[in-house]
């Protein structure tokens, strides 16, 4: 398959930064942003959260406010993930489809910010 090299994966984080920094803008003050992608690529997903972390706009919001992290998801049947690393634990996880009862899923969820 062409175009899946260095450079395509660095296009493809250019291009899934992009789109989840113009979510953000478009999004109100305190108004939540979920960032989703159907890979288990580390670039597209986490690397691009990470990118877009740094700019201070969002911070990082539990998938679930509920006691137990993620119990949603075992209620939707999808009792098999993998969390992300700190500093997204609580905000984002990774989905597999030899481990749950779905394809490829990554999920986050964020806040932005108010103005100070």
């Known amino acids: 398959v062409s175009g899946w090299g260095t450079k395509g994966r660095e296009d493809l984080f250019a291009l899934q930064t992009a789109l989840l920094r113009k979510g953000v803008a478009l999004c109100r003050p305190g108004g939540t942003v979920v960032y989703?992608?159907?890979?288990?690529?580390?670039?597209q997903n986490e690397a691009v959260v990470e990118a877009v972390l740094a700019d201070g706009v969002v911070e990082p919001l539990p998938l679930l406010a509920?006691?137990?992290?993620?119990?949603?998801?075992?209620?939707?049947?999808?009792?098999?993930?993998?969390?992300?690393?700190?500093?997204?634990?609580?905000?984002?996880?990774?989905?597999?489809?030899?481990?749950?009862?779905?394809?490829?899923?990554?999920?986050?969820?964020?806040?932005?910010?108010?103005?100070?």
């Open 36 to 43: 989703c992608t159907c890979s288990l690529s580390r670039h």
């Open 66 to 116: 509920a006691p137990a992290p993620h119990a949603w998801l075992h209620l939707a049947g999808l009792p098999s993930h993998r969390p992300a690393a700190p500093p997204l634990a609580a905000s984002a996880a990774t989905f597999t489809p030899l481990t749950s009862a779905c394809g490829a899923l990554f999920v986050a969820k964020f806040r932005k910010r108010t103005a100070a």
